[in-house]
């Protein structure tokens, strides 16, 4: 019988305000991807996820 196993890593969010180019650039180029846009603390907010 085969077992298969699989590791689990963590799940990582960043937000980040949509005007912070730089901030974005760094997060696609460390392998995030944005999820969505949503507010937080009421300014404009991106999700990333990796």
């Given at each position: 019988m085969k077992t298969r196993t699989t590791a689990r890593r963590p799940?990582?969010?960043c937000l980040i305000h949509p005007d912070n180019s730089a901030?974005?650039?760094v997060a696609l180029k460390g392998?995030?991807?944005q999820l969505q846009r949503s507010t937080y603390k009421g300014q404009p907010?991106?999700?990333f996820v990796r």
């Amino acid at each position: 019988m085969k077992t298969r196993t699989t590791a689990r890593r963590p799940v990582r969010f960043c937000l980040i305000h949509p005007d912070n180019s730089a901030s974005i650039r760094v997060a696609l180029k460390g392998g995030y991807r944005q999820l969505q846009r949503s507010t937080y603390k009421g300014q404009p907010t991106v999700i990333f996820v990796r």
